[in-house]
Nanobody, 121 residues
Framework: QVQLVESGGGLVQAGGSLRLSCAAS????????MGWYRQGPGKQRELVAS???????NYADSVKGRFTISRDNAMNTVYLQMNSLKPEDTAAYYC???????????????WGQGTQVTVSS
């Protein structure tokens, strides 16, 4: 079994910062890409940022220059540093990882349970 556990969400005023963490645990052989997605009220889930196993990053236009994704491969952990937060960043944030647990199943997607980020104006 592979689990992703997120932490670091909360309530912050506009202009503030938060750091999200997501740790993967279980029968993991390797992890390919890791990423953060978010889903605001009444909206579809969208990609916020992703990072490859080699460290290449990709960001949604709405967060470029404000958010930074990073990972610790030895700890199977991905982080999202969020600065200059805006009310429109309010959403449930979900961690995603492409995991290889061995055997013939290949890589599969695993999601965290989500952590709420609320930015007040």
């Amino acid at each position: 079994q592979v689990q992703l556990v997120e932490s670091g969400g909360g309530l912050v005023q506009a202009g503030g910062s938060l750091r999200l963490s997501c740790a993967a645990s279980g029968s993991i052989v390797s992890i390919n890409a890791m990423g953060w997605y978010r889903q605001g009220p009444g909206k579809q889930r969208e990609l916020v940022a992703s990072i490859s196993s080699g460290g290449s990053t990709n960001y949604a236009d709405s967060v470029k220059g404000r958010f930074t994704i990073s990972r610790d491969n030895a700890m199977n952990t991905v982080y999202l540093q969020m600065n200059s937060l805006k009310p429109e960043d309010t959403a449930a944030y979900y961690c995603n990882a492409e995991v290889f647990a061995g055997g013939s199943a290949g890589f599969f997607d695993r999601w965290g349970q989500g952590t709420q980020v609320t930015v007040s104006s």
